[in-house]
Each structure stands twice: as structure tokens, then as C-alpha cells.
């Protein structure tokens, strides 16, 4: 078992930043990747930018691409994601999945974080 712990969310006004923090623990030898997906009421859930735990290869939606990093420390098995130059529809709930290495799909997910950018 993983579990999934995020922070940072709030409200900002466009144009500024967020940091969103997700710890993990539990059986977190074994990670493959972690990513970030957002949520808005009535649509699914998109993805947004993940990054591989060895390596640190990572991989963005065009949306957020130049705005938007994802980052990892190893040692504190957390995932970061710092969102900057905001826009309105950045505003959903945040969430962080885990993918082990033997997993086919993100296997664990966060409860999700709330990020409103107001205009």
C-alpha cells in the first residue's frame, strides 16, 4: 500500500503561483512514476505532468507546458508541482497518482487538493 498526501492548494489570482506538495509513504520502493491530474465538476479527470522516480524524465499536457514543473525528492518521497503564470482554467481539484513498477496504470491516487485561480 501507498498512500498519498497533498498540500498546497488555496486560491491565487491569475498570473500568479501555487506549489502543490504530495508525500508519499508506505511501500514506496518500488515507484515506477508519479503524476499530477486535475479535476473539474462534470469532466474527467485530465492529466497534467508526470515524472519518472529514476531519471527524472518527465512529461507535460500542452495546457501547462512552460508554466507549469514537476519535480521530485527522492529522499522524501515527495512529488512537487509548481504552477506558475495561473489561469482560470487552471482551477480544479488537484490530484497525485502513483505507478509502481509492476503496474500497468497509476495504481494509487491522493484525496486531491483544491487550486482556484480567480480573474
Known amino acids: 500500500q501507498v498512500q498519498l498526501v497533498e498540500s498546497g492548494g488555496g486560491l491565487v489570482q491569475a498570473g500568479g503561483s501555487v506549489r502543490l506538495s504530495c508525500a508519499a509513504s508506505g511501500r514506496t520502493g518500488s515507484t515506477y512514476a508519479m503524476a499530477w491530474f486535475r479535476q473539474v465538476p462534470g469532466k474527467e479527470r485530465e492529466f497534467v505532468a508526470t515524472?519518472?522516480?529514476?531519471?527524472?524524465?518527465?512529461s507535460y499536457t500542452d495546457s501547462v507546458k512552460g508554466r507549469f514543473t514537476i519535480s521530485r525528492d527522492n529522499a522524501k518521497n515527495t512529488v512537487y508541482l509548481q504552477m506558475n503564470s495561473l489561469k482560470p482554467e487552471d482551477t480544479a481539484v488537484y490530484y497525485c497518482a502513483h505507478r509502481g513498477v509492476t503496474s500497468a496504470d497509476y495504481d494509487y491516487w491522493g484525496q486531491g487538493t483544491q487550486v482556484t485561480v480567480s480573474s
Open positions: 515524472i519518472k522516480w529514476s531519471g527524472g524524465r518527465t
